[in-house]
């Protein structure tokens, strides 16, 4: 049996007997990964061993890089082991190191395969995203990626990306069953940096098992909506006139999770269209820069509220007045098990009040006495 067709078919869920087939598949025609594996399964993989083979599993990204002292991980005999490339020493002078090496920002691997990756630029004579997603997928470690990141950390690279590019080199090289998860814009990256442009038409085509996707601050020329039907999590930057708009309209029975930063958008809450009708697994909604200090208000009286465990409005400039309903009616948000009011204009009765009321909600970080001071 081909191993590259066996490895595909069990992408889905693959279980530790599918592991040990492909384990001996791969030993079987002299595949290091063969081996590897079978450590993995019998939780002796060692983070020696990973770094002896880094040149053959990762090509030309697989010159020493820091990584930890020993592996790590949160599942018992997962070596997660993490290599983080160094930022350019001199802020003023960008480093010019050559070849791929550097870009590769975070690595987690299972056996000899690379199961998470975060690819950047990192200093201006980088290669382009595209050309580096293009390598990774040719290397033995990357036909198995669970999770894909792409980011820009260094200041020090060219103009925002255009997705366009990246995504056509996912769809020519795909379909990549194993893909679950795309981070497009690092966790790293400043909320209010330049955000990448360009269209991620393709999706649905390359990625078919994606379940979470999480685009910061990217504002998106163009959109498969067809994957949205199989998301679990969705997390996207919302502006008037933006795809995203229109992308809520479409049916989402699969979303548990939400987040929405809306940054310029002025509308009410009932404008997005997040309703019951089309979210019927949505669980957990996060609002980030909803500059709407009355959108209590709103949701309260919203089909979605009943529905939702997690409810966070950080950083939404909402006033004394603006939680008036949680006074109001605070059996309405008494459902919640986490309820994130953090980073607000509230002051300290305001906060000492809702305490009571809500003993387990976020109320840290209010810049009410900020604004008087001010």
């Excluded at 592991?19 to 019998?42: C, E, M, Y």
């Excluded at 790590?72 to 350019?88: D, I, N, Y």
């Excluded at 309703?275 to 019927?280: D, E, I, K, N, Q």
Aim: aromatic share 6%; hydrophobic share 40%.
């Amino acid at each position: 049996m081909n191993p590259q067709a066996f490895l595909a078919q069990i992408a889905k869920h693959p279980t530790p007997d599918q592991w040990r087939v492909l384990a001996d598949l791969l030993a079987g025609r002299g595949d290091i990964r063969g081996p590897l594996l079978n450590a993995q399964l019998g939780d002796s993989l060692t983070l020696e061993q990973i770094r002896a083979h880094r040149a053959e599993l990762l090509g030309p990204f697989g010159v020493e890089a820091a990584v930890p002292e020993r592996p790590s991980g949160t599942q018992k005999g997962l070596a997660a082991l993490v290599a983080r490339a160094s930022e350019p020493a001199n802020e003023q002078t960008p480093s010019t190191e050559p070849g791929f090496a550097p870009c590769l920002l975070h690595e987690d691997w299972f056996g000899g395969f690379l199961i998470e990756a975060t690819l950047a630029r990192a200093n201006g004579t980088s290669p382009p995203l595209e050309e580096l997603l293009d390598v990774l997928l040719d290397q033995p470690a990357g036909v198995a990626l669970r999770r894909l990141a792409f980011g820009s950390p260094s200041r020090h690279t060219d103009a925002p990306v255009d997705w366009s590019h990246v995504m056509r080199v996912l769809v020519k090289r795909g379909p990549h069953p194993w893909l679950k998860e795309l981070r497009i814009g690092h966790p790293r990256d400043p909320l209010d940096r330049a955000g990448p442009t360009g269209s991620l038409q393709g999706l649905a085509q390359a990625l078919p098992n994606l379940e979470r996707l999480h685009i910061r601050d990217a504002v998106v020329s163009d959109f498969d909506f067809d994957v949205l039907a199989q998301l679990v999590s969705l997390e996207a930057r919302v502006d008037p006139g933006t795809v995203w708009l229109e992308a809520l309209k479409h049916p989402m029975s699969n979303l548990e999770q939400l987040v929405l930063d809306l940054p310029d958008f002025k509308g009410p809450f009932s404008t997005l269209r997040v309703v019951p009708l089309r979210f019927t697994s949505l669980r957990s909604l996060t609002l980030q820069r909803y500059a709407r200090p009355r959108f209590l208000g709103e949701i309260v009286e919203h089909p979605i509220l009943p529905q939702l465990d997690v409810l966070s409005v950080a950083n939404c400039e909402i006033d004394e007045e603006g939680v008036a309903p949680l006074f109001a009616d605070p059996d309405a948000f008494g459902h919640l098990k986490a309820f994130d009011l953090s980073g607000n204009q509230l002051s300290e009765d305001v906060v000492d009040n809702l305490g009571a009321l809500f003993p387990d909600a976020d109320l840290s970080d209010q810049d009410y006495y900020e604004e008087i001071m001010e």
